[in-house]
């Protein structure tokens, strides 16, 4: 069955780094392309980021560009964010999730992982 | 605020039926970009109900049904249950963005 378990999520202090880690099972993770979706604490799902299949295609959410990056290892199944000068408000829970290209449309979820950026 | 509006909240009595609203425009449903629909309840993954504007996945309840037309979407429960009290969420494209709805709370009296 199909897994996305979600990892390095935790405290971290303003301005500093995190890289977060999706390790993907159950499916031939090169033949899909990969998001990342978070939720702040008490809002809605916000969208991150996305990579294509084959990591030709990436795109970012205002909210990241310039500070977060997508990447993937399709020899380890894994699916990364690296996330530069971290702010409060990127505090929230983090979201690996497929993407089905039939219709277009996010169909497995990670658990997530917690990011808290606090001093 | 989301591109997409959806009501903060809706609730009914077991039984009922609930109607959640997604309105965009058109750059996004509107320009033809497919809407879809997921459940999350609080602690667990988000979860997709419904994908292709109307289709259901494999498990999810025939009560579940999704319309969309012009610049807006909605998605109805009939028959509302215990189980379903939950947050919702559309979701549709601008261009190579993804955009989700803001949530709707719906609550089961």
């Known amino acids: 069955q199909v897994q996305l378990v979600e990892s390095g999520g935790g405290v971290v202090q303003p301005g500093k780094s995190l890289r977060l880690s999706c390790a993907a099972s159950?499916?031939?993770?090169?033949?899909?392309?990969m998001h990342w979706v978070r939720q702040a604490p008490g809002k809605g799902l916000e969208w991150v980021a996305v990579?294509?299949?084959?990591?030709?295609?990436?795109y970012y959410a205002d909210s990241v560009r310039g500070r977060f990056s997508i990447s993937r290892d399709n020899s380890k199944n894994t699916l990364y964010l690296q996330m530069n000068s971290l702010r409060a408000e990127d505090t929230a829970v983090y979201y690996c999730?497929?993407?089905?290209?039939?219709?277009?449309?996010?169909?497995?979820w990670g658990q997530g992982t917690l990011v808290t950026v606090s001093s | 605020q989301s591109v997409l509006t959806q009501p903060p909240s809706v609730s009914g009595a077991p039984g009922q039926r609930v109607t959640i609203s997604c309105t965009g425009n058109?750059?996004?449903?509107?320009?033809?970009?497919?809407v879809h629909w997921y459940q999350h309840r609080p602690g667990a993954a988000p979860k997709v109900l419904i994908y292709?504007?109307?289709i259901r996945p494999s498990g999810v309840p025939d009560r579940f049904s999704g319309s969309k037309s012009g610049t807006s979407a909605s998605l109805t429960i009939t028959g509302l249950q215990a189980e379903d009290e939950a947050d919702y969420y559309c979701?549709?494209?601008?261009?190579?963005?993804?955009?989700f709805g803001g949530g709707t709370k719906v609550t089961v009296l």
């Open positions: 999730v497929r993407y089905n290209s039939d219709y277009y449309y996010l169909d497995y």
């Open positions: 159950g499916f031939t993770f090169s033949t899909y392309g």
């Open positions: 990579i294509w299949r084959d990591g030709t295609n990436i």
């Open positions: 058109s750059s996004n449903i509107g320009a033809g970009y497919n």
């Open positions: 292709g504007n109307t």
């Open positions: 979701q549709s494209y601008d261009a190579s963005l993804v955009l």
